[in-house]
């Protein structure tokens, strides 16, 4: 008697943030010897290794890698580089989608970002910029694979990057962005929750494909409230029992910021003038939209903003 062989599921890279997250709610779901996980540094991956999942070494930065990582992998999550560069992640994403296709994978989760105004095919961050370019090359693929782009929306833990850096353990006395803290804000959503969204999303594929509500489609998962600036320096101010205000300033002046140094450097460019399309974006609406599709795969309502940043900072 023939048995059909039972589809294995493949994350990379599974050892970062959002990697770690998805495979930890995947193993409460999937056994994990079905899991093929990928990542730069596989020994970050060794219990699950001893709990039966195959784990493998490959890396975005050394292409040789990708050719033979998908190998046996019938659905991938596709975690997107970790940069805002549009070109260089572009390139390794194409590179990463290819190699899958070589190697016969079905169906491919790719982790978007929460720019764009909901399911827009468009933004003014520099930050969408390689997301938007990876979502359409995976449409431009169908007949050869399907896919489903997952907008994670804007973490709650990222709210440094959005307030020049702001340090719980050593607060400034004002936070100074080329914003002015007023509405349209962010639909902030818990890192934890999107991981667990998106685990559930994966299991829920792999159960019963030809039904997948989001199959060819892209889907954008936010916090369940948007937020102003202004609101989440106060939601911050709170936290480290601080007040705060706003103070915009120019592009030119954030650039010169102190505290920025490196931090928009990558690969030896500097990107922080480029950074700053994030607040215009933020401005134009960008990040406000707020879906109910979280809430729904999570079958619970996603965490308050503030109650997240109370458990980091509290």
């Known amino acids: 008697m023939m048995t059909s062989k039972t589809p294995k599921i493949g994350i990379f890279p599974a050892s970062g943030g959002l990697g770690s997250s998805i495979v930890n709610h995947l193993t409460k779901l999937v056994t994990p010897s079905d ?9 970050k991956l060794d219990s699950l290794s001893q709990a039966g999942a195959t784990v493998r070494r490959a890396d975005y930065d050394e292409p040789s890698t990708l050719e033979t990582a ?10 997107s580089y970790a940069s805002f560069e549009i070109e260089h992640r572009v390139k390794a994403h194409r590179l990463a989608i290819d190699a899958a296709l070589k190697s016969g994978v079905k169906h491919i989760f790719y982790s978007s970002l929460g720019f764009g105004s909901g399911l827009s095919d468009q933004s003014v961050a520099h930050v969408m910029g390689a997301h938007l370019e990876t979502e359409k090359y995976l449409q431009s693929l169908e007949g050869r694979v399907t896919h489903t782009s997952i907008r994670e929306g804007i973490y709650s833990e990222s709210f440094p990057i959005y307030t020049a850096w702001f340090d719980p353990q050593n607060p400034a006395d004002e936070i100074t962005i080329p914003h002015p803290g007023t509405g349209p804000g962010v639909a902030w959503v818990k890192r934890d929750e999107l991981g667990e969204a998106t685990a559930k ?14 199959l060819n489609k ?3 998962l936010s916090g369940g409230r948007e937020i102003s600036l202004a609101e989440t320096v106060e939601i911050l101010g709170r936290a480290v029992g601080k007040s705060f205000k706003i103070r915009e300033i120019s592009v030119d002046e954030y650039m010169g910021l102190p505290q920025i140094g490196d931090k928009h450097t990558y690969h ?7 950074w700053t399309t994030a ?5 134009r609406g960008e990040t406000a939209v707020v879906s109910p599709a979280l809430g729904e795969i999570l ?4 965490e308050r903003y503030e109650d ?7």
């Open 279 to 283: 607040w215009e974006a933020i401005r």
């Open 299 to 302: 079958g619970r309502q996603p």
């Open 70 to 79: 998908f190998d046996g992998v019938d659905t991938l999550m596709l975690i």
């Open 35 to 43: 899991l093929i996980l990928i990542a730069r540094h596989p020994a």
């Open 308 to 314: 997240t940043i109370k458990a980091m900072i509290g």
């Open 218 to 220: 892209t889907v954008l």
């Open 201 to 214: 999303l994966i299991a829920s594929y792999v159960d019963a494909p030809g039904s997948f509500a989001y």
């Open 268 to 274: 030896g460019v500097d990107l922080s003038r480029e």
